[in-house]
Nanobody, 126 residues
Framework: QVQLVESGGGLVQAGGSLRLSCAAS????????MGWFRQAPGKEREFVAA????????YYADSVKGRFTISRDNAKNTVYLQMNSLKPEDTAVYYC???????????????????WGQGTQVTVSS
């Protein structure tokens, strides 16, 4: 079965950096768009960043542009989220998601992703 396993979360001071990883198994990784979403307490899950499949590009929420970078290694079936200049408002549970052949503006839509990881907590202290 498909599994997405996130790692790399933790506690960091404002201005610091973290790198999240998401290892995928049980799917043809290169055929899937990979996205990162986050959910803060009392808030809805929101889009953070995505990397399209099949030679497509990357997309970012306005709130993280210039600070976060998504990358993928198809040989390792892994997607990464490098988070720099972290702010307290970045505190949330971060989820990795996989969606088959998702591209363009559909990458921002939660309902386009089929598989989800269990989430990893990121806490940014002020």
């Amino acid at each position: 079965q498909v599994q997405l396993v996130e790692s790399g979360g933790g506690l960091v001071q404002a201005g610091g950096s973290l790198r999240l990883s998401c290892a995928a198994s049980g799917l043809t990784f290169s055929n899937y768009a990979m996205g990162w979403f986050r959910q803060a307490p009392g808030k809805e899950r929101e889009f953070v960043a995505a990397f399209a499949c099949c030679g497509g590009g990357t997309y970012y929420a306005d709130s993280v542009k210039g600070r976060f970078t998504i990358s993928r290694d198809n040989a390792k079936n892994t997607v990464y989220l490098q988070m720099n200049s972290l702010k307290p408002e970045d505190t949330a549970v971060y989820y990795c998601a996989a969606g088959p052949f998702v591209a363009g503006s559909f990458l921002l839509r939660i309902d386009r992703y089929t598989y989800w990881g269990q989430g990893t907590q990121v806490t940014v202290s002020s």
